[in-house]
């Protein structure tokens, strides 16, 4: 794990999206970037999001539940 202060992190949201902090990339599969517009992004996990890959809070009506850990 890095102790760097400058290194991305990754929150895993219990029901909900996972929360980006720091400086990071965001790439569409062909390579193109996708403009965050700040610093601290939340990504879509449950797939309802009008705006993905960024969250739009529509794991709420959806019902969306996952653990806010990793599982492996």
Known sequence: MSDRSDAAKVVVYENGPLIVRGEVEIVG??????????????????GRSAVKPFCDGSHKAGRFRAPGHCTR
């Open 29 to 46: 599969q062909d390579g193109t970037p996708v403009e965050a517009g700040r610093k601290t992004i939340a990504l879509c996990r449950c």
